[in-house]
């Protein structure tokens, strides 16, 4: 069972910068894939990045590319997520996740808890 710890969210003013931490225990493999997911109130859940573990293949979504950045530290077992100029409208709950396709649709079998950004204006 793949547990996933989420860190790193905060407050942060447009334009900056975070880095997401996602810890997983349980055991991943070089086939398993890990991403990311988000959600504003109101809206539905939102692919952000993913990639193999081994880091062959790696995705984003068009309103992040070019901003966030997602890598992975085998010794850790943890996988980041640094997102630059940031806009409010990257304000979200943001999910770490483990599977085993890259894709931008929620199939992944493995979900943490969340963690909160927020991009004031």
């Known amino acids: 069972q793949v547990q996933l710890v989420e860190s790193g969210g905060g407050l942060v003013q447009a334009g900056g910068s975070l880095r997401l931490a996602c810890a997983a225990s349980?055991?991943?493999?070089?086939?398993?894939?890990m991403g990311w997911f988000r959600q504003a109130p109101g809206k539905e859940r939102e692919f952000v990045a993913a990639?193999?573990?081994?880091?062959?293949?790696?995705i984003y979504s068009n309103s992040v590319e070019g901003r966030f950045t997602i890598s992975r530290d085998n010794t850790k077992n943890t996988v980041y997520l640094q997102m630059n100029s940031l806009k409010p409208e990257d304000t979200a709950v943001y999910y770490c996740?483990?599977?085993?396709?890259?894709?931008?649709?929620?199939?992944?079998?493995?979900w943490g808890q969340g963690t909160q950004v927020t991009v004031s204006s």
């Open positions: 349980g055991g991943i493999s070089r086939n398993d894939v």
């Open positions: 990639m193999r573990w081994s880091a062959v293949t790696t």
């Open positions: 996740v483990v599977g085993d396709v890259v894709t931008p649709t929620a199939e992944y079998d493995y």
